[in-house]
C-alpha cells in the first residue's frame, strides 16, 4: 500500500484512482488544504469531487505524457555508481548549453551521455541541459512543460535523466537543468483544478501570473521549492538554471526568489556540495546576485545579454530591435560590456524608451554568463540561423576569444565550437490540433511584421524542422570545422593556464579599440587579446608593452614592430607582453 497526499484547498471531496479502483481520501487535520489516504501502488490520479482523474500535482513521472496517469518513483532504487563527486562551484567554470532532443538524431539522454567525452576534450566544467519536464508530443524546446516534478519520457525519464547525470559525474563534468517556474505550457496544464497555482492579481506574457504573493502561495511557493530541491537531490543536480525571473511577480516582503535561494544553501550544506542558481533576467539590477546579507537575492550568476548583444552587433552588424542601442558603436558597446559589466547600468535605453539598469559592482565579473550564441539568440531568429551561416570562421574565432578570454562565467551553445552548419530552430509536437495551428501562423504573423515572407518561416510543427535542427556529428572532423573546434579547445585550456583571463574584477580589464581600422584590443593582466573585424589589408595595433610571444592565433596575426601586433581581416590573437616566457596552452 501507498500513502497518497495531494493539496486541494477547495475540493469537498478528494479520491485516489489507482488501476481503475476509487480510494476516498480525507482531510489531514495537520496540513490545511491537504488531503491523505492509503491505495495499492500503482499507475495513479486524483478525482476532485467525482470529476475525472487528473495526474498529481507532485508526479514523479508521466508514462503517457502530461494527460495521463502519475507513477511512483523509487528514488532509492536508481543504482548511482560508486565515483565519488563532491560536486564543484560556478566560479571559475566553462559552461555548455545543450537540448537533449536535438543534440544527437537519437534525442535521448543515453545518446547524449555518449557524447560526453566530446565536451570533455572540449574542456567546459558543466553541461547545461534545457528544460526537461514532460510536454505534450514529442519535440519541443521544453519551455512548455507542465509536471515539474516528472521527466519528458521520449527524452528516457526519471531514470535517462539519472543514468545522464551519474555519466558527466564520472567524466567530471558537473550538470545544471533549466527549469521554468514563471509559467506553464497550455497543453497539459491540471494545476489549477487544485488549487490557486496562478494569481489574476498580476499578468505575464503568458497570461495568468503564478501565484507567489496571493492567498495560497505559501503552498505554491512549497510546491516550487520542493521540485527545485528534488531535482538537486533525487537527480543530484548540482545547480539550476531559472527562466526569465524578472517576469516572477512577487509583492511579499520575502522575495520567492530568495527563499528559494535559502533553501538550496541549505540542501547544499546538508550533502557537501556546492549547489548553485542561476537567472535569466533582463533587469540589469545587480540584487539578483548580490548577497542577501546586503539585501540581495542570493544566485550565484545571471545570464547577461548585453554582452552578447555588443558582441553580435560588432560581429555582425545588425541593428534591429534591441540591437539598436549596441549598434550605435560596437565597438564601445563591447568595451563598456567588458569593464562594466552591463552595456545598460542606469543610462538610456532608446529601445526600451527609458533608462535601464543600474551599476554592477566591478569585483564580481564571474556572477555574470558570457556567451556568443545561446537557445535563444539562435532559435527566436524567424530562420534559426547561426553565427556560422553568415560570418567568417575568423569572425567566429574572434567572438570566442573574447567570450572565453572574458571576466564573466563563459557559456558556449551546443555546436558553436565547431560552426555547426545546422540551423536551430523552433519547433514543437502540439497534439492540439487547435493549438498547433495557432503557434503556426503566430510565429508567421511575428516575423512577417518584420519583413519576413510566411513561406520562409520554418513550420514548428513540421518533422523537418526538428531534424534540420539537429547535429550533425560528422561535422567536428570535416576539416573546416576541425579548426574552429581546435580554436575553442586552445583558448579554453589556455583560460585554465593563465590565471588573469579569468579574473573576474572588472575594474582590471582595459579595452582598447580603433572603429576605422576595425580592431579592439582587451588588457588582461600582461595578456592582449586582438581582436581584427573586417578591413582591407593588415593593421599594426600598439600593444603597450613589449611583445613576449604568441599563445593562440586564429587568421593572420603576427608581432610587428616596436610592441605592436599585425592583424589582418577578420583575425585575432592572444599574446604576452613584458619580458616573462609565454604559457604554453
Known amino acids: 500500500m501507498t500513502e497518497?497526499?495531494?493539496?486541494?484547498?477547495?475540493?469537498?471531496?478528494?479520491?485516489?484512482?489507482?488501476?481503475?479502483?476509487?480510494?476516498?481520501?480525507?482531510?489531514?487535520?495537520?496540513?490545511?488544504g491537504w488531503w491523505r489516504g492509503e491505495a495499492p501502488t500503482g499507475d495513479y490520479g486524483f478525482r476532485l469531487d467525482g470529476g475525472r482523474a487528473l495526474p498529481d500535482p507532485r508526479s514523479p513521472r508521466q508514462p503517457d505524457g502530461p494527460d495521463g496517469p502519475s507513477r511512483p518513483v523509487d528514488h532509492t532504487a536508481f543504482a548511482?555508481?560508486?565515483?565519488?563527486w563532491s560536486g564543484r562551484p560556478l566560479p571559475g567554470a566553462v559552461l555548455y548549453e545543450l537540448h537533449v532532443g536535438t543534440f544527437t538524431p537519437a534525442g535521448t539522454f543515453d545518446a547524449a551521455a555518449e557524447r560526453l567525452d566530446h565536451l570533455v576534450a572540449l574542456g567546459v566544467d558543466f553541461v547545461e541541459l534545457m528544460p526537461v519536464c514532460p510536454f505534450p508530443g514529442r519535440y519541443g524546446w521544453g519551455y512548455d512543460g507542465v509536471s515539474l516534478w516528472a521527466v519528458h519520457e521520449p527524452y528516457g525519464g526519471p531514470d535517462g535523466l539519472k543514468r545522464f547525470v551519474d555519466a558527466a559525474h564520472r567524466k567530471g563534468l558537473g550538470v545544471v537543468l533549466d527549469v521554468v517556474h514563471n509559467h506553464l505550457g497550455p497543453s497539459g496544464n491540471h494545476l489549477p483544478a487544485f488549487g490557486p497555482y496562478f494569481t489574476e492579481r498580476h499578468h505575464t506574457p503568458w497570461g495568468a501570473a503564478v501565484n507567489l504573493d496571493a492567498p495560497g502561495s505559501d503552498e505554491v511557493r512549497a510546491y516550487l521549492i520542493g521540485s527545485a530541491l528534488a531535482w538537486l537531490r533525487d537527480y543530484r543536480i548540482d545547480g539550476l538554471r531559472?527562466?526569465?525571473?524578472?517576469?516572477?511577480?512577487?509583492?511579499?516582503?520575502?522575495?520567492?526568489?530568495?527563499?528559494?535561494?535559502?533553501?538550496?544553501?541549505?540542501?547544499?550544506?546538508?550533502?557537501?556540495?556546492?549547489?548553485?542558481?542561476?537567472?535569466?533576467?533582463?533587469?540589469?539590477?545587480?540584487?539578483?546576485?548580490?548577497?542577501?546579507?546586503?539585501?540581495?537575492l542570493g544566485l550565484a550568476a545571471q545570464w547577461s545579454d548585453d554582452f552578447h548583444h555588443g558582441l553580435h552587433t560588432l560581429l555582425t552588424g545588425e541593428s534591429q530591435g534591441y540591437y539598436g542601442d549596441f549598434a550605435e558603436d560596437p565597438y564601445a558597446a563591447v568595451a563598456r560590456a567588458l569593464t562594466r559589466g552591463w552595456f545598460h547600468d542606469g543610462g538610456h535605453s532608446s529601445f526600451r524608451g527609458r533608462r535601464h539598469g543600474r551599476p554592477f559592482p566591478p569585483a564580481y565579473g564571474h556572477r555574470l554568463l558570457g556567451y556568443l550564441q545561446t537557445h535563444d539568440q539562435v532559435g527566436n531568429r524567424a530562420t534559426g540561423d547561426r553565427l556560422s551561416a553568415s560570418l567568417s570562421p575568423g569572425r567566429l574565432a574572434a567572438g570566442a576569444a573574447l567570450v572565453l578570454t572574458s571576466p564573466f562565467t563563459p557559456m558556449l551553445f551546443m555546436g558553436e565550437e565547431w560552426g555547426a552548419s545546422t540551423p536551430w530552430q523552433y519547433f514543437t509536437d502540439h497534439t492540439d490540433p487547435q493549438l498547433a495551428e495557432a503557434v503556426r501562423q503566430g510565429r508567421r504573423r511575428e516575423f512577417a511584421e518584420h519583413g519576413w515572407a510566411a513561406e520562409d518561416v520554418p513550420d514548428p510543427q513540421a518533422r523537418s524542422t526538428v531534424l534540420g535542427s539537429t547535429l550533425d556529428w560528422t561535422e567536428p572532423?570535416?576539416?573546416?570545422?576541425?579548426?574552429?573546434?581546435?580554436?575553442?579547445?586552445?583558448?579554453i585550456r589556455l583560460?585554465?593556464?593563465?590565471?588573469?583571463?579569468?579574473?573576474?574584477?572588472?575594474?582590471?580589464?582595459?579595452?582598447?579599440?580603433?572603429?576605422?581600422?576595425?580592431?579592439?584590443?582587451?588588457?588582461?593582466g600582461p595578456y592582449r587579446v586582438a581582436v581584427r573585424i573586417g578591413g582591407a589589408g593588415p593593421v599594426a595595433v600598439g600593444l603597450d608593452a613589449p611583445y613576449a610571444g604568441t599563445?593562440?592565433?586564429?587568421?593572420?596575426?603576427?608581432?610587428?614592430?616596436?610592441?605592436?601586433?599585425?592583424?589582418?581581416?577578420?583575425?585575432?590573437?592572444?599574446?604576452?607582453?613584458?619580458?616573462?616566457?609565454?604559457?604554453?596552452p
Open 80 to 84: 548511482w555508481s560508486d565515483t565519488p
Open 495 to 524: 583560460r585554465r593556464s593563465a590565471p588573469e583571463l579569468m579574473d573576474p574584477d572588472l575594474a582590471a580589464v582595459r579595452v582598447g579599440y580603433d572603429r576605422e581600422q576595425g580592431w579592439l584590443l582587451v588588457h588582461r
Open 4 to 32: 497518497y497526499r495531494v493539496w486541494a484547498p477547495a475540493a469537498e471531496r478528494v479520491e485516489v484512482e489507482v488501476a481503475r479502483g476509487v480510494h476516498p481520501m480525507r482531510p489531514d487535520p495537520g496540513r490545511p
Open 551 to 584: 599563445l593562440a592565433a586564429f587568421g593572420d596575426a603576427r608581432p610587428g614592430g616596436d610592441g605592436s601586433l599585425v592583424l589582418g581581416p577578420d583575425s585575432v590573437a592572444v599574446v604576452r607582453v613584458g619580458r616573462a616566457p609565454a604559457l604554453s
Open 477 to 491: 572532423a570535416q576539416a573546416r570545422h576541425a579548426a574552429l573546434l581546435d580554436w575553442y579547445r586552445r583558448l
Open 242 to 296: 531559472l527562466d526569465a525571473v524578472h517576469a516572477l511577480a512577487d509583492d511579499r516582503a520575502l522575495p520567492f526568489l530568495e527563499e528559494l535561494a535559502c533553501e538550496v544553501d541549505r540542501l547544499g550544506a546538508a550533502t557537501g556540495r556546492p549547489l548553485f542558481l542561476v537567472g535569466e533576467s533582463d533587469l540589469n539590477d545587480p540584487r539578483t546576485t548580490g548577497p542577501r546579507q546586503a539585501g540581495g
